[in-house]
């Protein structure tokens, strides 16, 4: 019993133990603050970000406490010590030192946000939450064609933003190009299909390219970037089976795979509308006869 008593009389212990249960009751006031919150914030983006800075505030809170509990009074008798046990920890947690720093990073620079989509060692997604150590992501792609969510979620170490380019679909610049090709025979009306295609992209595409156009003044005062065509053009190729027109358009970065199924409905529908003036093409083979072989057998 008494060495008990004197166990718990050692300062070390009394100053651990001091340390641990005010850890705890951070720990215990930002779960309620989150709670509440949760409660309180009806707008989804605003009650992400205040939970994340309640978060980020008692994490800083742990490591200031962290560090004066462990101040020592006669630091210069202890240089060495301190220095070669920094240096450990720094090798051995080196990837969740970066990861950290990446997260003040992101925070920070703004490399993205949740909701951006990205793509980010080789992973597109779209970002659903970035917390301490991990950014983590909607999948998409896959065994899941254009895209759509592969409906596996993937957490990514914040290191990766230090380590490769990140891919930013929506940053700045909330439109991507995207093509698509028609492909007509040779005895096809050429000017009317093109015709067909620019007018049925125009039409389709106006609101896009009315919105495009203004986000795209801002991206060229603010980076050094020169102007570029967004309305619809398009682009003719000759093959040795058909006629190939390139149709590029803009379009909103998370509405490519239904554009460009409207654009290919819509167009199907005024080539058939042109009673054969139009044609589209397909592969053709020519099947050439074997000619006939005379056998005499002869005794």
């Keep these: 019993m008494i060495e008990l008593l004197d166990f718990f009389d050692n300062p070390i212990v009394v100053r651990v133990t001091k340390l641990l ?26 009650r992400y970000k205040a939970q994340k800075g309640v978060e980020v505030i008692g994490y800083l809170l742990i490591g200031i406490l962290v560090l004066i509990s462990f101040t020592v ?37 703004r490399v993205y ?31 899941v064609s254009s895209d759509n969510y ?23 610049f909330p439109f991507i190009w995207d093509e698509l090709d028609i ?17 049925t992209a125009t039409s389709l595409l106006s609101e896009y390219t009315a919105s495009s156009m203004a986000k795209w003044e801002e991206m ?14 398009l682009a ?15 379009t909103d970065y998370k509405l490519r795979r239904v554009t460009k199924n409207k654009l290919f409905h819509q167009i199907s529908q005024a080539v058939s509308a042109t009673d054969g003036k139009v044609n ?5 083979l020519q099947l050439l006869k074997i000619p006939e072989l005379e056998v005499n057998l002869k005794k």
């Design 21 to 46: 249960l005010w850890v705890l009751f951070i720990v215990l006031v930002i779960g309620f603050l989150r709670k509440l919150l949760k409660k309180r914030i009806s707008d989804l983006s605003i």
């Design 73 to 109: 009074d006669n630091i210069e008798n202890y240089t060495v010590i301190i220095g070669l046990f920094t240096a450990g920890i720094t090798f051995t947690l080196q990837e969740l030192i970066l990861s950290i720093a990446g997260s003040f990073y992101i925070f920070f620079v």
């Design 113 to 143: 946000k949740p909701g951006d989509r990205i793509e980010i060692n080789g992973i597109k997604g779209d970002v659903i939450d970035i917390d301490s150590i991990y950014t983590t992501l909607m999948e998409m792609g896959e065994w």
């Design 150 to 172: 592969s409906g596996r979620i993937i957490k990514i170490s914040n290191a990766f933003v230090f380590k490769g380019p990140i891919k930013n679909y929506s940053m700045d």
């Design 183 to 199: 492909l007509i025979t040779f005895d096809s009306d050429v000017e009317l299909a093109k015709k067909i295609m620019l007018d």
């Design 220 to 233: 060229v005062a603010h980076y050094y970037i020169e102007n570029a065509t967004l309305e619809p053009t």
């Design 236 to 250: 003719l190729r000759i093959t040795d089976n058909w006629i190939a027109l390139n149709l590029r358009y803009i």
């Design 280 to 284: 589209l093409a397909s592969t053709t």
